[in-house]
């Protein structure tokens, strides 16, 4: 492998670093939170303005006002009964109060945390979630969480629906004058993440003021993997403004992190890493959206990300009003998402969208679950999966297969011409082109297949770091979830620079495969430090990665491997080195090159005379 190989493959590790820069959160922070949510407290707090995190520090900042402001109107309706229900389907067990007409539990009975309870998504400490914020005539803000709604449920009643049934939950606040009400619909049905939602104003028009009022997602979502840091790095806040997605990071410690804007939006939404809530607005488009984020300490040095999210809905001042909504509460299922047929799927992180993301999307992921079609164990199905794309790339990786052969079997004409023109590099290069030219030989043919494989490369990366197929996935012996890293021994120090303190037991394969390869194609006695350099690097880049994304580079390897073998011993494999015919040449990369060259040393003999 030549020098023009060797820096192709720097700038592949250099490619790599970036992106693993910006995309992967600091390793020295990755350390786990406590068992459950409820004992998370931050330990370092924000400023006293900040902490509670309203969900919006202008119009909505109020929203959590004290009692006294709410008027007469609605003073009466800040007492009474908290009887809950349960509704429990074949996806969730879900709870709603009669105070704010609130979930304060969402259950989902296909996923459980990593300490083995089931996923409960709702942070309820503050009595739920999911209000109506709504202005009133006089000026007041007024947050539908603290007043008690009427409905027909007693407490500790229980529906449990299966098939293809429904059960509607109205629950009804109506005012001190009688005639006006605001009215809550749920409608639950089997087999859904979601629920639909209506939300009825009666008789408000002389008492709310327009030109909206606004739906309120206020609390983030429950933590539900070991590594809070990780889970933090895939933690967003989305609005779909438009046909444009909008992304909030609450990244910061200091500050809550805001973005708003007035205009149409279809939805808002909040997300970690495998879960998502969203609230879609199906009748008519939102008139605007807000966002908050901001992040706090958690115990044991983790992180947790809180969101809120609010979408601003047309109020027309009517006597009669009624909006209709989506209130999804599930997993971030790409499939499960997309058909909602909003942009939903969005959400999920599949890399650069102009380039990475249609090569996930309409490419990995469906042949991801058609072979898990045929193969149950997700392990099995990245075996196969390794093979087709490597299938695939079967005509780049044997073009940078034989273009290496080349450029082992003139490895000694090189070295003999950097003997013998070591001292006048310029005519080394020319001779060097020249021997290139005259057997057909292109230097730069076994860095182009890896700069091809490239954008494929980053789609999986994308793919198996956010797929929560993989999540909990078990596989067989050490490797028992495909989401996580596949430990084999905790060290007694930390690795500089990629804080290292655990040993993955594929990337440690991965690693040696890689040696092995790198030992076959090696030869310039110059490039022997590649030979280890670049299997110590990358093992120690992918120790953190997910043990399905390992696994499946550890495969790729290995078959690169017994392809090398295979081609190394075969007779077609066997390379005969025999000059192009000056009349079968085609001008080209090296022509080019070599005329460069020449005007380059007509240059300097012009000069010297």
């Given at each position: 492998?030549?020098?023009?190989?060797?820096?192709?493959?720097?700038?592949?590790?250099?490619?790599?670093?970036?992106?693993?820069?910006?995309?992967?959160?600091?390793?020295?922070?990755?350390?786990?939170?406590?068992?459950?949510?409820?004992?998370?407290?931050?330990?370092?707090?924000?400023?006293?303005?900040?902490?509670?995190?309203?969900?919006?520090?202008?119009?909505?900042?109020?929203?959590?006002?004290?009692?006294?402001?709410?008027?007469?109107?609605?003073?009466?309706?800040?007492s009474g009964s908290n009887d809950v229900m349960t509704i429990e389907t074949d996806k969730v067990i879900a709870k709603i109060?009669?105070?704010?007409?609130?979930?304060?539990?969402?259950?989902?009975?296909?996923?459980?945390?990593?300490?083995?309870?089931?996923?409960?998504?709702?942070?309820?400490?503050?009595?739920?979630?999911?209000?109506?914020?709504?202005?009133?005539?006089?000026?007041?803000?007024?947050?539908?969480?603290?007043?008690?709604?009427?409905?027909?449920?007693?407490?500790?009643?229980?529906?449990?629906?299966?098939?293809?049934?429904?059960?509607?939950?109205?629950?009804?606040?109506?005012?001190?004058?009688?005639?006006?009400?605001?009215?809550?619909?749920?409608?639950?049905?089997?087999?859904?993440?979601?629920?639909?939602?209506?939300?009825?104003?009666?008789?408000?028009?002389?008492?709310?003021?327009?030109?909206?009022?606004?739906?309120?997602?206020?609390?983030?979502?429950?933590?539900?993997?070991?590594?809070?840091?990780?889970?933090?790095?895939?933690?967003?806040?989305?609005?779909?403004?438009?046909?444009?997605?909008?992304?909030?990071?609450?990244?910061?410690?200091?500050?809550?992190?805001?973005?708003?804007?007035?205009?149409?939006?279809?939805?808002?939404?909040?997300?970690?890493?495998?879960?998502?809530?969203?609230?879609?607005?199906?009748?008519?488009?939102?008139?605007?959206?807000?966002?908050?984020?901001?992040?706090?300490?958690?115990?044991?040095?983790?992180?947790?990300?809180?969101?809120?999210?609010?979408?601003?809905?047309?109020?027309?001042?009517?006597?009669?009003?009624?909006?209709?909504?989506?209130?999804?509460?599930?997993?971030?299922?790409?499939?499960?998402?997309?058909?909602?047929?909003?942009?939903?799927?969005?959400?999920?992180?599949?890399?650069?969208?102009?380039?990475?993301?249609?090569?996930?999307?309409?490419?990995?992921?469906?042949?991801?679950?058609?072979?898990?079609?045929?193969?149950?164990?997700?392990?099995?199905?990245?075996?196969?999966?390794?093979?087709?794309?490597?299938?695939?790339?079967?005509?780049?990786?044997?073009?940078?297969?034989?273009?290496?052969?080349?450029?082992?079997?003139?490895?000694?004409?090189?070295?003999?011409?950097?003997?013998?023109?070591?001292?006048?590099?310029?005519?080394?290069?020319?001779?060097?082109?020249?021997?290139?030219?005259?057997?057909?030989?292109?230097?730069?043919?076994?860095?182009?297949?890896?700069?091809?494989?490239?954008?494929?490369?980053?789609?999986?990366?994308?793919?198996?770091?956010?797929?929560?197929?993989?999540?909990?996935?078990?596989?067989?012996?050490?490797?028992?979830?495909?989401?996580?890293?596949?430990?084999?021994?905790?060290?007694?120090?930390?690795?500089?620079?990629?804080?290292?303190?655990?040993?993955?037991?594929?990337?440690?394969?991965?690693?040696?495969?890689?040696?092995?390869?790198?030992?076959?194609?090696?030869?310039?006695?110059?490039?022997?430090?590649?030979?280890?350099?670049?299997?110590?690097?990358?093992?120690?880049?992918?120790?953190?990665?997910?043990?399905?994304?390992?696994?499946?580079?550890?495969?790729?390897?290995?078959?690169?491997?017994?392809?090398?073998?295979?081609?190394?011993?075969?007779?077609?494999?066997?390379?005969?080195?025999?000059?192009?015919?000056?009349?079968?040449?085609?001008?080209?990369?090296?022509?080019?090159?070599?005329?460069?060259?020449?005007?380059?040393?007509?240059?300097?003999?012009?000069?010297?005379?």
């Amino acid at each position: 492998m030549d020098r023009n190989t060797t820096i192709g493959f720097i700038l592949i590790t250099a490619i790599l670093m970036v992106w693993i820069f910006f995309v992967t959160p600091k390793p020295e922070e990755a350390l786990q939170p406590a068992k459950t949510t409820d004992t998370v407290t931050p330990v370092k707090q924000p400023t006293e303005t900040k902490a509670e995190l309203p969900v919006v520090v202008d119009t909505l900042s109020v929203a959590k006002a004290k009692i006294d402001s709410f008027g007469a109107i609605f003073s009466q309706k800040t007492s009474g009964s908290n009887d809950v229900m349960t509704i429990e389907t074949d996806k969730v067990i879900a709870k709603i109060s009669k105070k704010g007409g609130n979930i304060v539990e969402w259950t989902l009975k296909e996923f459980k945390t990593w300490f083995g309870d089931p996923v409960q998504l709702i942070c309820n400490k503050d009595g739920g979630d999911f209000n109506l914020l709504l202005t009133t005539i006089d000026g007041k803000l007024v947050n539908t969480k603290n007043f008690y709604f009427e409905s027909k449920f007693q407490n500790g009643d229980l529906i449990k629906l299966k098939d293809g049934e429904k059960f509607i939950v109205d629950l009804e606040l109506t005012l001190q004058n009688g005639s006006s009400k605001v009215i809550r619909q749920y409608i639950f049905e089997n087999g859904k993440y979601s629920f639909e939602a209506g939300v009825k104003l009666e008789g408000m028009d002389k008492i709310l003021a327009g030109p909206d009022y606004q739906v309120l997602w206020e609390n983030h979502l429950n933590l539900t993997e070991e590594n809070s840091v990780d889970e933090a790095g895939f933690a967003y806040a989305h609005a779909m403004y438009g046909d444009e997605l909008i992304e909030l990071d609450g990244s910061s410690f200091e500050e809550t992190k805001i973005e708003k804007k007035d205009g149409q939006t279809k939805w808002i939404s909040t997300k970690n890493k495998y879960f998502a809530s969203a609230i879609i607005i199906k009748n008519q488009p939102g008139t605007g959206y807000h966002l908050e984020g901001i992040s706090h300490h958690a115990p044991n040095e983790g992180i947790i990300k809180k969101y809120s999210a609010a979408m601003k809905v047309a109020f027309n001042e009517t006597a009669k009003e009624e909006n209709r909504f989506d209130v999804f509460l599930g997993p971030s299922d790409y499939s499960i998402l997309k058909d909602y047929d909003v942009g939903l799927e969005k959400i999920i992180s599949l890399g650069l969208t102009w380039l990475i993301r249609p090569i996930s999307e309409y490419f990995m992921i469906p042949l991801f679950k058609l072979i898990h079609l045929v193969i149950p164990n997700y392990g099995l199905v990245i075996i196969v999966f390794t093979f087709i794309i490597r299938l695939l790339l079967h005509p780049l990786n044997k073009t940078q297969m034989a273009s290496m052969q080349k450029m082992q079997a003139l490895q000694p004409m090189i070295t003999e011409l950097r003997e013998k023109h070591k001292d006048d590099p310029q005519k080394m290069n020319a001779q060097m082109m020249r021997i290139y030219k005259e057997y057909g030989v292109n230097p730069a043919s076994g860095c182009l297949p890896l700069l091809l494989q490239m954008p494929i490369l980053y789609a999986l990366w994308s793919v198996f770091r956010s797929a929560i197929e993989l999540r909990q996935a078990n596989f067989f012996w050490w490797i028992t979830d495909l989401s996580n890293p596949d430990v084999i021994l905790t060290l007694p120090f930390t690795v500089p620079l990629f804080g290292m303190s655990q040993l993955s037991g594929l990337a440690l394969l991965m690693g040696i495969t890689m040696f092995i390869q790198q030992k076959m194609s090696i030869k310039d006695p110059r490039q022997k430090a590649m030979v280890y350099f670049m299997p110590i690097l990358f093992t120690l880049m992918f120790n953190s990665f997910p043990s399905g994304l390992n696994l499946y580079y550890f495969l790729f390897n290995l078959i690169s491997v017994v392809q090398q073998v295979y081609m190394n011993k075969s007779k077609k494999g066997q390379l005969v080195l025999e000059k192009v015919p000056e009349k079968n040449r085609k001008k080209g990369f090296m022509d080019r090159i070599l005329e460069a060259q020449k005007k380059q040393t007509s240059g300097h003999s012009k000069k010297k005379k």
